[in-house]
């Protein structure tokens, strides 16, 4: 059995579907960002299998690109859920909620 | 001073004397009585001036109102002789009501709340009067139902009085439905609702059902059969209401309309308007015996005599319906004015049967009563002899070529007898013999303000229609030309010449024999009515009128309730719960979804977001 393109695309949409249902329903806000990621990675999975089996270089490149954004945006989201534990002494989204409802 | 702006001051005066009552003067008694009285002397100053004034020629002005589309609702005036024959008769008698009532009413609390209602119906009934088209009758029509409902309510703290404005309005409203079919048809057939139009394009050719459909205006506001049921209980109003509104001027208003559109009356509606009228004067009269209230009397009295106004319209002689409409305005007031007079004396006792030997205590309330008592029994001479037995005549007349007629002059000298009859029931159970309570043994003569009125009100019961027959007329010139005419074509035509004294005979001979029956049957000053006593069930049928309130009760209670709770039902149902309320839960779920914007929940967010991507997606895939 051979792996074609369809296997690729296959588990970067399950991983990316992994990832936004953990956004959307985990409570903790370091999971939440986890999820984040794993979405980020999911792409860049799917993207790299574009360029393998297109022969180009450019899906490659491209991955390069979102694998840096990702780093300079957890250690600023990082520093920020920090500062937050800081200040409300939690990371559970339902406790952060300072609006009223 | 120049007509229009004349007869807009007519108009006007009342309505701003109303305004100024309404909004300073609601809790000043005797302000809001003197701005209402001097009202009153205004508009019958303004009246006479008009009247004397006038050369005769029929005018008309009018200004549009409201435009609506290609269709326009004028206001405006329409000066004939008929009209100026009921300006004064709404004036004069107005103005002594007025002065009647600010003695009458001395006692009362709400005198402010009471002057400023006569005021807005002096308002109403001079717009009746003075306008030119239908429409503007209509309005003002509704009008002086208004005023009557709120003035009959004047002691709303009682339930009957309450339940009896409603009554009269609400059966008011039944005619009105009628006569407002009648206007919109008339739009349609004629194309105007202007009277002087119409006339132009009608000669008594009008549809048979139009004629009845505006009829049917006159059958609600004079309280002709079936609608009559609502005059006896508007008795429960203060008497100067009663004497102004519910005798002399409201509902003569049906009358004076019948007469103003005589010219869009077929044959066959007349006929109808005829029988119905003659059979109400003979039931009515024969009713006004099985009441021992004395004002309940005196509106049955009224029925009676409105009833031959309107055998006057079927008849064919309108002029003759207003002779008597004016002679019965006089004697009718008097009579009502009277009976305020003995009622506030007695300390509001209105039983009659309680009453007894008043003449030696209130000797000018006793002779003015009989004067007017001697006018509507049609004591040769005095003035409702010259209507109401040229009525008579009338019927005679018409006899000769159609005999049918014999049946309705029958009919018409038993309500002649039973006039006579009730009247001297009144007058000698309520002024002879001897008191038959304390409230009418230490009764004593009303003050100025109320005998005054009477004194020349019953001056006018006995020569108004002196004009007829002599050269001498206490009334103007330009009032009496609308009256002439039918007397004239009755009493000059040759078979009532002939049969002048057999007339005359008869009609005397009815009068003398009531009046001593009554004399022998119920005996003067009696304390209990003979008749309860000896016939009880005759009594009992007039006491309740033939049973009409009872049939309308049942019929409302049975038929109109269950309609009228169906309807609810669905509106219930239908309008409160789908349209309102399920509008209201839809705009509720609305909110509910984008409510969660507002909370803070980071997963609402991401929800939003999610939704913003799936939207933005079928955009771009071109679904959207």
């Known amino acids: 059995m051979s792996i074609t393109l369809n296997e690729f695309l296959f588990v970067s949409g399950l991983l990316f579907t992994i990832g936004f249902l953990g956004v959307l329903l985990r409570r903790n806000t370091l999971i939440i960002y986890m999820g984040l990621e794993l979405m980020l990675n999911a792409v860049n999975l799917a993207l790299v299998g574009f360029s393998r089996f297109n ?17 300079a945006e957890v250690a600023v989201g990082l520093a920020i859920i920090v500062a937050l534990y800081r200040k409300r002494q939690t990371v559970m989204v339902d406790e952060l909620n300072a609006l009223s409802h | ?17 109303a305004a100024m009552i309404a909004l300073f003067l609601r809790r000043g008694g005797y302000a809001a009585a003197a701005v209402s009285v001097v009202a009153a002397a205004v508009i019958l100053g303004l009246s006479l001036t008009f009247l004397l004034t006038w050369n005769g020629v029929t005018q008309e002005v009018s200004t549009v109102w409201l435009t609506l589309g290609s269709y326009e609702v004028t206001m405006g005036f329409l000066v004939n002789y008929q009209t100026a024959t009921m300006l004064f008769i709404v004036a004069f008698v107005g103005f002594w009501i007025h002065v009647f009532s600010v003695g009458y009413m001395n006692e009362d609390e709400s005198k402010g709340r009471f002057f400023g209602g006569l005021s807005i119906f002096m308002f109403s009934m001079l717009g009746i009067v003075l306008a030119n088209n239908l ?69 008594n050719d009008a549809s048979t059902v139009l004629g009845l459909l505006l009829a049917c205006g006159f059958i609600g506001k004079s309280a002709q059969f079936p609608l009559h049921v609502w005059l006896t209980d508007a008795m429960a109003g203060p008497t100067p209401v009663s004497a102004l509104i519910h005798a002399a001027t409201m509902v003569a208003a049906g009358v004076y309309f019948m007469a103003r559109i005589f010219f869009m009356l077929s044959p066959e509606t007349q006929e109808v308007i005829l029988w119905l009228c003659a059979a109400m004067t003979l039931f009515a009269g024969l009713c006004a015996l099985g009441q021992t209230d004395i004002k309940k009397t005196l509106a049955y009295s ?27 305005a006089f ?33 000018i309330t006793t002779l003015t009563c009989i004067l007017a008592a001697l006018s509507i029994m049609a004591v040769p001479y005095f003035a409702g002899f010259y209507s109401k037995d040229t009525i008579l005549s009338g019927a005679w007349l018409l006899a000769h070529t159609d005999g049918r007629y014999y049946v309705i002059y029958a009919i018409l000298l038993l309500a002649a007898l039973s006039t006579a009859l009730y009247t001297g029931r009144m007058v000698w159970v309520v002024f002879f013999g001897q008191s038959n309570s304390d409230n009418a ?59 002048h004294y057999l007339l005359l005979g008869l009609s005397v001979g009815v009068m003398i024999v009531g ?17 309860q006593r000896r016939y009880g069930l005759v009594y009992k049928i007039l006491h309740k009128h033939g049973w009409f ?24 149902i239908l309008i409160s719960g789908f349209m309102v309320r399920g509008t209201a839960g839809l705009a509720g779920l609305l909110s509910l979804v984008t409510r969660s914007f507002h909370v803070g929940s980071i997963h609402g967010y991401v929800y939003w977001f999610l939704a913003g991507v799936v939207i933005f997606g079928a955009f771009a895939f071109h679904l959207i």
């Open chain 2, 135 to 203: 429409i503007m009758i209509f309005v003002f029509w509704e009008l002086v139902g208004f005023s009557s409902y709120m003035l009959i309510a004047h002691y709303w703290d009682k339930d009957y009085a309450a339940a009896a404005s409603k009554k009269a309005f609400i059966v008011n409203r039944v005619g009105d439905f009628g006569f407002i079919l009648g206007i919109v048809w008339t739009y349609w057939q004629y194309g105007t609702t202007n009277l002087v139009l119409l006339d132009a394009q009608l000669n």
């Open chain 2, 302 to 328: 009224t029925l009676s005599h409105l009833g031959f106004m309107g055998a006057a319209i079927g008849l064919g002689f309108p002029s003759l319906a207003l002779l008597h409409m004016a002679m019965h």
């Open chain 2, 515 to 531: 009046v001593l029956a009554t004399f022998f049957f119920y005996g003067p000053g009696a304390s209990e009515d003979k008749l």
């Open chain 2, 549 to 572: 309130d009872d049939v309308y009760d049942a019929y409302v209670v049975k038929v109109q309730q269950r309609v009228a709770d169906f309807f609810g039902f669905l509106d219930l």
């Open chain 2, 331 to 363: 004697f009718k007031a008097t009579l009502f004015l009277c009976s305020g007079s003995v009622i506030h004396a007695c300390h509001h006792e209105q039983d009659m049967f309680k009453m007894g030997g008043l003449w030696r205590k209130m000797p």
């Open chain 1, 55 to 71: 022969q180009t270089m450019d899906g490659n490149i491209f991955v390069f690109f979102i694998i840096t954004v990702a780093a």
């Open chain 2, 1 to 17: 001073m120049e007509l229009e702006t004349l007869l807009t001051a007519i108009l006007l005066v009342p309505l701003g004397s």
């Open chain 2, 441 to 499: 043994a230490h009764a004593k003569e009303s003050n100025l303000f109320m005998t005054v009125p009477l004194l020349v009100l019953a001056a006018f019961s006995v020569g108004a229609a002196w004009f007829l027959e002599f050269d001498v007329s206490l009334l103007p010139e330009t009032v009496t030309v609308a009256l002439k005419h039918g007397y004239a074509t009755i009493t000059q035509a040759d078979v009532v010449h002939h049969s």
